[in-house]
């Protein structure tokens, strides 16, 4: 419900809820170009990296706007204009399962398409590997999670899609419902848009999140500056610097300090896919995913090792890990906001 208040602001007059049918306005040409070139209208910090995305096998299927979230999850987006299109639900399942296993290289050819064709920007492979590293806000970022998320947008959800998303998500499917409801103004159209499911209020008991899903959400929520960030912008690194790998790692490495491999250099640059380079082939890495990639290619059957977070397996000459020189900084950054 929303009220235009009078010039004088003597009175409150409530306008009329109107729908997208009775103002002509469709789900391709207008609700997905609004969400596209708005996509906080959802509720949350996305980047839109493909729409009409139709690249699945044996399928002609087209999934409507695909995004990556602040903690490195694809989002699979799902439009529709009003409540009686069925099957919403079933689509976005399928299109996530057909996306779930998509990695940041298989997914940017898409974004590089779709930046030249609604930004008229032409990007080289790695500036686009890079904006899509630097939009996920966490230090142990590697590569795209599995578990892709699903948002349902609509004007409204009928009884039997609200019950399948909350069965879905006690099934622990992240999947959400936003509804978008028109109204006419002044000769405006004006949407509003509203969290459906899961409610804010319990958003924390309908479902178990992961431990890794949980540990990059919190890193979101504290709204922490990148470890880089922290250590090159308070000199508490420097460019040159060398850097070791040699905190905590995993069972199956023995570090050497006469090899290359466990040795890298800081090179001062903002971006997070060059913060280092690493001796062994003169090549610019993030921290975690040289960690990650160094980790994998050491493991007897090259084992995947999940979630890295670079920043504490590096070290300065000095044996501090990068993560633990950052926390102390701005543990005494707080104890002197504290003190005054």
Known sequence: MIYSISSDSSKA?????????????????????????????????????????????????????????????????????????????????????????????????????????????VLSDLDAKEQIIEFVESDSFVELSTQPRIILCSEGFSQEITTTVLWLRASKIDISCVSITPYKVDGKVVIVPKLVIPLQEAKQYLIDIKQKQEQRESVGR???????????????????????????????IKYEDANPVFHATITGKRGQSNAVLWEKDGQEYAVSALAWK????????????GGVNGNWHWVREDGKSLWEVAESFLAQEADAETAV
Do not use: C
């Not at 009329?16 to 997905?32: K, P």
């Not at 160094?294 to 090792?305: A, G, L, Q, R, Y």
């Open 222 to 252: 504290r709204a922490r500056p990148k470890t880089m960030k922290i250590l090159l912008d308070n000199a508490l690194v420097a460019e040159g610097q060398k850097l070791s790998l040699k905190n905590a790692l995993p069972t199956w």
């Open 294 to 305: 160094i980790f994998k290619e050491s493991h007897p059957d090259n084992t995947d090792p």
């Open 13 to 121: 007059m409530k306008i009329a809820q109107s729908s997208f049918v009775g103002l002509n306005i469709w789900e391709r040409t207008h609700i997905q170009e609004w969400v596209r070139s708005s996509p906080e209208i959802l509720g949350e910090d996305l980047l839109v990296v493909s729409i009409e995305f139709d690249r699945f096998s044996n399928s002609s299927d087209r999934l409507d706007l695909l995004a990556v979230d602040r903690q490195g999850n694809l989002v699979v987006i799902e439009l529709k204009r009003d409540a009686a299109a069925g099957y919403a639900d079933l689509q976005a399942i399928r299109y996530a399962a057909m996306v779930s296993s998509m990695t940041i290289e298989k997914l940017v050819p898409y974004y590089l398409a779709y930046k030249k064709k609604y930004d008229n920007e």
